[in-house]
């Protein structure tokens, strides 16, 4: 055999393995919860390049971190227990975000809030009254989980302590916006969250513990005018007065671009200005983020 042809057929091999390793399934961890009380589940996607590597942490919305194909009969989630929402049917979304910062060289940890608090179904659209969400609220509950995340990378040697970021959609968004306002308010005894990005989160005032945040942390928040969900004007009013407060908040707000516009499913990338805001918000997370490791 020719070493041309070897050099093709080594070639195929390694974009093949190259395919199967991003597609492959996160990994699962289990890590607690700065509450005290409770065991979360987590998943993590690595880099395929030697750490330590910079870290993210991805904090899902009001649908919970599964494939609406298979959560509708999930309940709990946690160590020991078998269930159909595991590391095999995140969402589409989830996915596509975690294999987008590893292949960027960031370690990426998908905490699930709602399965180890036996709500893994998640919840439908305009549930934002649904009494059931209260023990997994983006206020005083979410906010505990993402500091236990926080903890958990800082326990690895393979993250890099000061370069660990934040990413929430929806109420995830909220919950991540909350994180820095707790984070400003604190003293922290190690390194926190050194950025934030906030998609498309609900600015109100049930959903904020505070109308501003007066923070040197950076924030950009990602918005779609036509969302049909939460009112980007209420988080453009949060930016401005964040911004007087001495914030470095950067919003961008998508033409034609609705709730979940970055869900990459083709039911919801059939809105034109969807497909464009996803498309530059891809383009602008890495940037953005990288910037701020300068």
Request: charge should be positive.
């Amino acid at each position: 055999m020719s070493r041309h042809v070897i050099g093709i057929l080594v070639g195929v091999a390694t974009n093949l393995l190259s395919v199967a390793a991003a597609s492959a399934a996160p990994k699962t961890v289990y890590f607690n919860s700065a509450d005290g009380r409770t065991a979360l589940t987590g998943y993590v996607f690595e880099p395929s390049t030697p750490g330590p590597w910079p870290a993210i942490v991805m904090l899902h919305g009001r649908g919970g971190p599964y494939s609406s194909n298979v959560n509708a009969d999930c309940t709990f989630v946690g160590a020991g227990t078998s269930s159909p929402c595991n590391a095999n049917t995140l969402s589409k979304r989830h996915a596509m975000w975690g294999e987008y910062w590893a292949a960027r060289g960031y370690l990426a940890l998908l905490p699930d809030s709602f399965g180890p608090r036996g709500k893994a179904h998640g919840f439908a659209r305009f549930t934002h009254g649904d009494p059931d969400r209260a023990d997994v609220n983006e206020t005083n509950v979410r906010p505990l989980d993402a500091e236990g995340a926080l903890a958990y990378l800082h326990s690895r040697n393979d993250v890099f302590a000061g370069q660990i970021y934040l990413q929430g959609w929806s109420n995830g968004g909220s919950t991540a916006l909350n994180v820095m306002i707790r984070q400003d308010n604190q003293q922290p005894t190690q390194a926190g969250y050194r950025g934030a990005l906030a998609f498309y989160p609900g600015c109100g005032p049930s959903t904020l513990l505070a109308s501003k945040i007066s923070t040197a942390t950076p924030i950009a928040m990602f918005l779609g005018a036509e969302d049909e969900e939460v009112s980007p004007v209420r988080c453009l009013r949060f930016a401005d007065r964040s911004r007087q407060a001495g914030s470095p908040i950067d919003v961008t707000v998508y033409a034609g671009a609705t709730h979940g516009f970055d869900e990459p499913s083709s039911r919801r990338q059939s809105t034109p200005g969807n497909r464009a805001a996803m498309d530059d918000a891809l383009v602008k997370a890495i940037a953005i983020v990288n910037g701020w490791k300068k």
